[in-house]
């Protein structure tokens, strides 16, 4: 499948569920399409959004946010994204981790909510229609039940893919998202650096993190999740963070910076060219 | 003993890395760097059975030194383990026997301990400034864990009265607010450029405990945005400088890089 058939799946006012930790693991080449597709009015739900929430607000494709928080963590603020919230464009559902967490695990298990003990004592409950207490039935202790959430799609890379949809990920630290997005969300969009017959998963099953009956599209973009690190084939793109950071805060040089790395190239390997090319994926991938 | 030449993010990491003991459990968050340097000096040095959970996912890591990124590789290199973020983490952070503390940084935070990494203004939804979010501390403040806050940054815009939103559970309004929810633990340290804090065991209102050489307590004073306690005897001692050996370690060894330089606005 290609980019833009499995785009077609996500339909305008969608809630999107995206893999993404800060400067890690993002399906980029996704998030690209999915603003080349021109979507609207779609929410994102992120555990630590980074520059792909950056971008989709950028581009006006986004108008909630559902998650933790929204950082590039050492390259700073997403500065359009905080622009969009600053002037009411974006609309903010702000979930601790554990809120995140059991909003997610409830929609994955079919429950209409399920409990957590953070966030008492906060002014994040109030302000949530989605977050109530209530007392344990059990201890009368007070927690606070996180209504269910289903989004309509899930947004994964993985490093490699089957055409039937199971999906593996070599040994590397924490796997964003793909223990609760795929199983809390209506339907899964995986992108992967390669497809491969099926009988190469079947010598690593242990390495087999999603079943191809909870997948609905695969597609092949090798670097796929660059500028987002994903290990252990690539680190993150320091000089590509910082150039997006510079832009960031300028509408006109942002609209610029989007046309040569979003709207301009025609397919990924148009986009490795613009981003530096060679040169640019021996830089990210000498780990 | 003569004097040692040392930077304010030296001191920083000093008093931090002094309030651990032996056997205590420690993680990170986002941007940390002084933390994590902290954390490397105490593991070297005073209490090398300090247990770290490096960016919430490595379990007792040996990095070479402070990374170019708190919350990527190679922070987490030679770990023994990786945990999962979203939910293997969380089984061992939601109960109180493990991962005791967590070292965390607030955009603002109030006399009381309350932090904010939310908004400022007074409208949630149309704020002045959006900030990242309350990510794991909204979470932190409420399940029984100490919390060591640090600010290289401390000014009357840091350290306010009263914050715009609370993001996560301190002493909330003080004396006894926080146990009346059924909250243990809570704040206990804060460490900025210009002092150490900790909060008073009544009242639970921030308190003076040390200032860094060349500061005074008018000095603080007057860089904090509401009255801070001083000892019950008045008395507001300097901060332990940096000793040559440590000093030696964070440039050489832990930090040659000189992140936590660049995060304290030390020229490098």
């Avoid at chain 1, 949530?128 to 799609?153: S, Y």
């Avoid at chain 2, 990170?28 to 954390?39: Q, R, V």
């Avoid at chain 2, 996560?168 to 003080?174: E, Q």
Wanted: negative net charge; proline residues 6%.
């Amino acid at each position: 499948m290609s980019l833009q058939e499995a785009a077609a799946l996500v339909g305008d006012g969608d809630v999107v569920a995206l893999q993404n930790m800060a400067t890690q693991a993002a399906p980029m080449a996704m998030v690209r399409e999915l603003i080349r597709a021109g979507k609207k009015n779609l929410g994102v739900v992120c555990l630590v959004g980074g520059m792909p929430v950056d971008w989709l607000a950028a581009a006006g494709v986004i108008d909630r946010f559902i998650g933790a928080a929204v950082s590039m963590e050492t390259f700073g603020l997403c500065q359009q994204y905080r622009k969009a919230v600053e002037e009411g464009r974006v609309r903010v559902e702000e979930l601790s981790e554990t809120s995140l967490n059991a909003r997610l695990g409830a929609g994955a298990r079919n429950l209409p909510s399920l409990p957590t003990r953070g966030l008492i004592g906060t002014d994040l409950i109030d302000i949530n229609e989605n977050l109530k207490t209530f007392q344990d039935p059990f201890t009368g202790e007070t927690l606070v039940a996180c209504r269910a959430l289903v989004p309509d799609v899930a947004l994964i890379h993985a490093h490699r893919c089957d055409e039937m949809g199971n999906v593996q990920y070599d040994p590397t630290i924490i796997w964003p998202d793909l223990g609760i997005m795929p199983k809390a969300a209506k339907k899964t969009i995986v992108t992967c650096e390669e497809i491969v017959d099926t009988e190469v998963l079947r010598r690593n099953p242990d390495r087999t993190v999603l079943p191809y009956f909870r997948v609905d599209a695969v597609v092949e973009v090798p670097y796929g999740a660059h500028p987002t690190s994903f290990y252990p084939k690539y680190t993150y793109d320091t000089r590509f963070h910082l150039e997006w950071v510079k832009v960031a805060r300028d509408d006109e040089a942002t609209k610029a910076f989007m046309d040569t790395y979003i709207f301009g190239p025609e397919t990924q390997a148009d986009y490795l060219d613009a981003v530096g090319g060679a040169e640019r994926l021996m830089e990210v991938t000498r780990l | 003993m003569s004097d040692v030449e040392y930077t304010v993010d030296e001191i920083m990491c000093t008093a931090l890395a002094a309030q651990y003991r032996d056997g205590d459990e420690v993680c990170n968050g986002m941007a940390s760097f002084i933390p994590i340097a902290a954390i490397m000096l105490a593991r070297m040095t005073t209490t090398p059975d300090l247990v770290w959970l490096a960016g919430a996912a490595g379990v007792d890591p040996r990095p070479a030194k402070v990374a170019a990124s708190t919350l990527e590789n190679p922070l987490w290199g030679d770990s023994v383990m990786y945990l999962e973020q979203y939910s293997d983490f969380w089984h061992y952070a939601q109960n109180g026997r493990n991962l005791q503390i967590f070292c965390v940084g607030a955009a603002q935070l109030d006399m009381y301990g309350n932090p904010n990494n939310s908004v400022i203004g007074t409208d949630y939804h149309r704020p002045k400034v959006r900030l990242p979010g309350t990510a794991g501390l909204g979470d932190m403040g409420s399940l029984g864990k100490r919390l060591f806050y640090w600010n290289p940054n401390h000014s009357p815009r840091a350290l306010v009265e009263k914050v715009d939103f609370r993001s996560a559970a301190g002493f909330l309004g003080g004396g006894d607010e926080r146990e009346k929810l059924g909250l243990t633990g809570g704040p206990e340290i804060v460490v900025t450029n210009l002092g150490v804090m900790d909060f008073h065991p009544v009242s639970k209102r921030m308190r003076l405990r040390s200032v860094h050489p060349g500061q005074t307590v008018e000095s603080v004073q007057a860089a904090t945005g509401f009255e801070l306690l001083l000892p019950d005897d008045g008395n507001v001692p300097e901060t332990t400088k940096p000793t040559a050996e440590q000093v030696r370690l964070l440039r050489e060894v832990i930090d040659p890089d000189a992140h936590c330089k660049r995060e304290a606005g030390v020229k490098v």
